[in-house]
């Protein structure tokens, strides 16, 4: 956090900087000061993908349930057209049908096919893509499938702690 506030003092209007403010302050549970970080990273450029991700995040974890589906309703104006945007509106769209009930199942379906699997084809070194499926497939209790999503992604980023630690669980 030093390192990045460093850098703000020199670039303080740098969205891209604003934004992994408040993805560590997030992590530290410092949940009001990473809100004011990501609102700021919007506020410098509106289209970032990730920070409107967080952003709705960051509303759901201090519930403000309605705020955060909203927050997540912008992902369904996008035409995602690299891996990082189809997997950035794939899990926004899995946030809105589990918070709202809304189709969950058919949204699991076109998030696995249409967002997540296209990513993967589209860049086959963005491991992220797989965690996401991963993740999703966890959730829906489809453990094989998903080791095998987080097998892929270990294989492209053999370091990634957190889906060793999941996947020595299951």
């Known amino acids: 956090l030093a390192k990045v506030d460093a850098a703000l003092a020199k670039t303080p209007k740098d969205a891209e900087l604003l934004e992994a403010r408040a993805s560590l302050l997030r992590r530290t549970g410092k949940y009001a000061d990473a809100r004011a970080a990501v609102a700021a990273a919007l506020a410098a450029d509106g289209s970032r993908a990730a920070a409107r991700l967080l952003a709705g995040e960051l509303l759901e974890v201090t519930g403000r349930i309605d705020e955060a589906v909203a927050a997540y309703r ?17 899990r926004a769209l899995m946030r809105i049908a589990h918070l709202t009930g809304e189709r969950i199942a058919p949204q699991a379906r076109f998030v696995l096919t249409r967002l997540y699997q296209r990513a993967n084809k589209l860049d086959k070194n963005y491991w992220p893509a797989h965690v996401a499926a991963g993740d999703l497939l966890a959730r829906k209790f489809n453990l094989v499938e998903a080791a095998d999503e987080f097998k892929l992604a ?5 370091n990634l702690p957190d889906r060793i630690v999941t996947q020595a669980l299951m």
């Open 154 to 158: 270990l294989k492209i980023n053999p």
């Open 74 to 90: 912008w992902f369904e104006t996008l035409e995602p057209k690299t891996a990082e945007r189809m997997t950035l509106t794939g």
